[in-house]
């Protein structure tokens, strides 16, 4: 069973850091695209960034210059460093990826996968 494990989500005050991590698992033969997206309270689920397997990245303009995606690919996880927080970047935070999988039962597969989310509070 391959999944999507999120960690790193709190309560920050406005203009402080925090670090999400996504952790990929299971009969993994290689990873697409991975990205983060967001849910507000009321508001649709919207995208935060994206990064290719070859670490080409794609930011939403909302968070341009505040926050960095990165990726690990030997350990199959992503990252997005979220600097200079402000109250509007409330919202709980989705990983997803485009996951490659192998098994000998059925050979190669592909999921497009969804994290649990992982809750981000900014305190004004």
């Known amino acids: 069973q391959v999944q999507l494990v999120e960690s790193g989500g709190g309560l920050v005050q406005a203009g402080g850091s925090l670090r999400l991590s996504c952790a990929a698992s299971?009969?993994?033969?290689?990873?697409?695209?991975m990205g983060w997206y967001r849910q507000a309270p009321g508001k649709q689920r919207e995208l935060v960034a994206n990064?290719?397997?070859?670490?080409?990245?794609n930011y939403a303009d909302f968070v341009k210059g505040r926050f960095t995606i990165s990726r690990d690919n030997a350990k199959n996880t992503v990252y997005l460093q979220m600097n200079s927080l402000k109250p509007e970047d409330t919202a709980v935070y989705y990983c997803?990826?485009?996951?490659?999988?192998?098994?000998?039962?059925?050979?190669?597969?592909?999921?497009?996968?969804w994290g649990q989310g992982t809750l981000v509070t900014v305190s004004s």
């Open positions: 299971g009969s993994i033969f290689s990873i697409n695209a």
């Open positions: 997803n990826a485009g996951i490659y999988t192998i098994t000998t039962s059925t050979g190669y597969g592909y999921l497009e996968l």
């Open positions: 990064i290719t397997i070859g670490g080409s990245t």
